[in-house]
């Protein structure tokens, strides 16, 4: 109380003082203009007793010289009204004070600093927002034992503030007792998180193919929150409602979502951006139901190829939600054979024969729906012959998940072809082994014959003796040889 009086008697001195130095300045103003009964405008005092012959005559209505003019009424509550607005709202111009405005969580510590450059030794003041003292000096006043000095000297004042509340947000003020007092303030702004995170589903179970609807709620937050919706990794977008409560703000958001088989447990998060948490977000799991998925799987014969005399054995597999109840097994173009063995997802032949041809269809059904899948069967005759083990070919067929056999014929296309290739590379091989013996016979036959029919013709000394050596040799015909060469 006696710093607060002491503050009143300061600022009543300086009203008075600017009061004195206008009433001195509007007198000064009106020795320069007035007029003295009997002379004209104002001069020297050495300036001649009585008016110059013709002078004008002063005016009536013009009070003397030294007597002040009143202000006009208006002009008076005019500077009634701006002195009293100066005295209730700080000067701004903080010559020597430094302030920093604080934003702080509710509940926990802010902490109000008075700052002073040039510090002369000035009395600091820290008023609250209802200007009440919370510190003169190193003195609380204030009865409010949350308000705890920090620090004191003769160039700052700083105080903290704990467990803040929304009721403490607003303006401080720093005051300077200088000569004239400075005054300053600095804004303390309270963040409020969201009270509570909540997702809310329009229903809770969803069946495939059809939209769910889900609504994030974000309650009572300072200021409004930022809702985000995400599903693995992809960011989707709700609409975004607001409401405001006094001070606070409850933000809902609301996202339409097409559920797939695919999305059943999967997470979808709601995330809130708020500058007074971080991370934080609530998840909603996903509980699609969808009709049953069925498969048949070929367990016997190991190879694709089914023959008499195999055993068959196939496997239904089955996957919905919910689980389906219903397995069974049917044939579609005609009836089931005695020999065939059904039990639960799995059919069962032990021996084939032709007459097992046709197309076995597997059924489930849940509460969804129904689907099945389809295996057509075809029985070929047994194999003969073994292939030799060096011209023994191994084909890799993948597995498909269809029900046709078309696979299997062209498998089967594919072997006959390697057999008969293999057949004709061995006509092909032994042809061109004949023709080359034939070459090779008929070549030898080709030489020279030599006939020994004048032998001994050329030892004779004449001609007389030439032809009777000739002579000689045609009676000896037996001597006649001929060469093979």
């Known amino acids: 109380?006696?710093?607060?009086?002491?503050?009143?008697?300061?600022?009543?001195?300086?009203?008075?003082?600017?009061?004195?130095?206008?009433?001195?300045?509007?007198?000064?103003?009106?020795?320069?203009?007035?007029?003295?009964?009997?002379?004209?405008?104002?001069?020297?005092?050495?300036?001649?007793?009585?008016?110059?012959?013709?002078?004008?005559?002063?005016?009536?209505?013009?009070?003397?010289?030294?007597?002040?003019?009143?202000?006009?009424?208006?002009?008076?509550?005019?500077?009634?009204?701006?002195?009293?607005a100066a005295s209730l709202l700080p000067t701004g111009d903080g010559q020597n004070l430094v302030t920093e405005d604080v934003t702080v969580v509710e509940g926990e510590v802010a902490t109000i600093s008075c700052k002073v450059r040039n510090s002369d030794d000035s009395v600091i003041q820290l008023l609250n927002p209802n200007r009440q003292t919370i510190y003169f000096r190193d003195f609380r006043p204030l009865k409010d034992s949350r308000f705890?000095?920090?620090?004191?000297?003769?160039?700052?004042?700083?105080?903290?503030?704990?467990?803040?509340?929304?009721?403490?947000?607003?303006?401080?003020?720093?005051?300077?007792?200088?000569?004239?007092?400075?005054?300053?303030?600095?804004?303390?702004?309270?963040?409020?998180?969201?009270?509570?995170?909540?997702?809310?589903?329009?229903?809770?179970?969803?069946?495939?193919?059809?939209?769910?609807?889900l609504n994030c709620t974000s309650l009572a937050s300072r200021p409004p929150t930022v809702i985000r919706w995400f599903k693995g990794n992809k960011e989707l977008f709700g609409k975004t409602e607001e409401e405001q409560w006094s001070d606070m703000f409850t933000v809902t958001s609301r996202l339409s979502l097409k559920v797939k088989r695919e999305d059943?447990?999967?997470?979808?998060?709601?995330?809130?951006?708020?500058?007074?948490?971080?991370?934080?977000?609530?998840?909603?799991?996903?509980?699609?139901?969808?009709?049953?998925?069925?498969q048949v799987l070929q367990n016997s014969p190991a190879q694709p190829l089914t023959r008499e005399g195999d055993l068959l054995d196939l496997l239904?597999?089955?996957?919905?939600?919910?689980?389906?109840?219903?397995?069974?097994?049917?044939?579609?173009?005609?009836?089931?054979?005695q020999h065939v063995i059904v039990s639960g997802s799995n059919l069962h032949i032990n021996s084939l024969n032709k007459s097992d041809n046709g197309t076995y269809r597997c059924k489930a059904s849940n509460e969804v729906g129904m689907s099945f899948s389809d295996y057509t069967l075809y029985v070929y005759d047994p194999p003969t012959t073994l292939p030799p083990p060096t011209t023994t070919t191994t084909t890799t067929i993948p597995a498909t998940t269809t029900d046709s056999r078309a696979g299997e014929e062209s498998a089967i296309?594919?072997?006959?072809?390697?057999?008969?290739?293999?057949?004709?590379?061995?006509?092909?091989?032994?042809?061109?082994?004949?023709?080359?013996?034939l070459g090779r016979y008929f070549a030898r036959h080709k030489g020279t014959y030599f006939t020994h029919e004048a032998k001994g013709a050329d030892d004779a000394a004449d001609a007389d003796t030439a032809i009777i050596n000739a002579e000689g040799g045609q009676n000896n015909s037996e001597e006649k040889k001929e060469y093979f060469i």
């Open 1 to 84: 109380m006696a710093s607060r009086s002491r503050s009143r008697t300061r600022t009543q001195e300086e009203r008075e003082r600017r009061r004195q130095q206008q009433q001195q300045q509007q007198h000064h103003q009106q020795q320069h203009h007035c007029y003295q009964p009997g002379l004209g405008p104002s001069a020297p005092s050495s300036s001649s007793s009585s008016p110059p012959l013709g002078s004008p005559s002063p005016p009536a209505a013009s009070p003397p010289c030294g007597a002040l003019t009143p202000p006009s009424p208006s002009l008076v509550l005019l500077l009634l009204a701006a002195a009293a």
């Open 148 to 213: 705890q000095l920090v620090n004191f000297s003769s160039s700052e004042l700083r105080v903290s503030l704990t467990n803040v509340s929304i009721s403490d947000e607003g303006r401080y003020f720093c005051q300077l007792y200088t000569d004239p007092p400075q005054e300053y303030f600095m804004t303390i702004t309270v963040l409020v998180p969201p009270r509570n995170l909540r997702i809310e589903a329009q229903k809770e179970t969803t069946v495939e193919g059809e939209e769910i609807e």
């Open 264 to 294: 059943d447990g999967v997470a979808v998060v709601c995330q809130v951006d708020h500058p007074a948490v971080k991370d934080l977000q609530t998840k909603y799991y996903l509980d699609v139901m969808y009709k049953p998925e069925v």
């Open 316 to 337: 239904c597999q089955v996957k919905g939600k919910p689980e389906p109840t219903d397995v069974s097994w049917l044939r579609v173009d005609d009836e089931m054979p």
């Open 413 to 437: 296309t594919a072997v006959d072809h390697a057999v008969i290739g293999g057949v004709v590379a061995v006509v092909v091989f032994a042809m061109l082994c004949l023709l080359i013996i």
